[in-house]
């Protein structure tokens, strides 16, 4: 598995810290204020916030790192074959965001040789930020996090942000895996990962994302002592598909997979 050494981690969390604490001074000023939204190709909203958090990050990691390739969802991709790329998803929530909801928040990660090994989790409405690095450890405002220990579906509490984004197919297998759990919960976008990291919750179950959706949040619950692939059990990459299930502990993230996989 990629990792960052001590020194490396320091100068990129730090880094990462700085620019994160910029798109917080962008986007948090303008919620709950009036913002132009428009629709995109494939109709989900966009504002201006969205793409100046993104239009800043962009420059800023350019600026510091100009080797390093780009990933954002405003703007696309750039030298994704480096060794370094960082992920942007500039307000993951958006439509939280436009209706005065705090379940936004701002992703960022940082691959090596296309694996996740740091990612930061902000949510500026709620003032919580999550900064995992894979192998080391994952941290709350600071404090060390860990996943809860619950190992059983029927003990769980699971979550995911919409049925809306899951296919038929998908809403069968999630419907009868979510239904088996001790309870379901909709809503969150990216915060119902950080509240798994914490140990409030044990589960959640997605689809249809992108990899600038759930590349941030990867380190952040595997550092966390928990478990976060694809629906068939692979690690997440800059080419998964965009179904995620995490949970706690390995026990638990096994049997979601078991029964996702049944027809």
């Known amino acids: 598995m990629e990792s960052l050494s001590a020194v490396e981690r320091k100068e990129f969390e730090a880094f990462a810290v700085g620019i994160a604490d910029n ?5 948090l000023p303008r919620f709950r204020h009036p913002v132009d939204v428009t629709l995109k190709g494939d109709m989900s909203p966009v504002t201006a916030v969205d793409r100046g958090v993104e239009s ?3 420059e800023r990691i ?8 780009l990933l954002g969802e405003e703007y696309g991709a750039t030298r994704t074959d480096a060794e370094f790329v960082w992920s942007i998803d500039p307000i993951d929530g958006t439509r939280s965001f436009i209706s005065g909801w705090p379940l ?3 992703l960022l990660a940082l691959l090596r040789n296309g694996q996740p090994v740091l990612g930061l989790l902000d949510m500026p409405a709620l003032d919580e930020r999550w900064i995992g690095h894979v192998g080391v450890g994952t941290t709350m405002n600071g404090a060390r996090c860990l996943a809860s220990g ?10 995911t942000t919409t049925p809306d984004m899951f296919t038929p197919d998908e809403w069968v297998r999630f419907d009868r895996t979510s239904r088996a759990a001790y309870t379901r919960r909709f809503g969150g976008d990216c915060y119902g990962y950080g509240m798994l990291a914490s140990g409030h919750i044990d589960a959640v179950i997605e689809a249809n994302l992108m990899p600038y ?3 941030a949040i990867a380190p952040v619950v595997q550092a966390a002592g928990g478990v976060i692939t694809d629906w068939e059990g692979r690690a997440l990459g800059l080419d998964s598909g965009g179904r995620v299930v995490a949970a706690a502990t390995p ?6 997979i078991d029964s996702l996989s049944r027809d």
């Open 150 to 159: 619950c190992e059983r579906l029927d003990a769980a509490t699971l979550y």
């Open 251 to 256: 026990a638990l993230h096994a049997a979601l």
């Open 213 to 215: 959706d759930y590349l």
């Open 62 to 69: 350019e600026l510091a790192w100009p080797a390093h390739g």
């Open 56 to 58: 800043m990050l962009r």
């Open 104 to 106: 936004w928040g701002t």
């Open 23 to 27: 798109a917080r001074a962008l986007s």
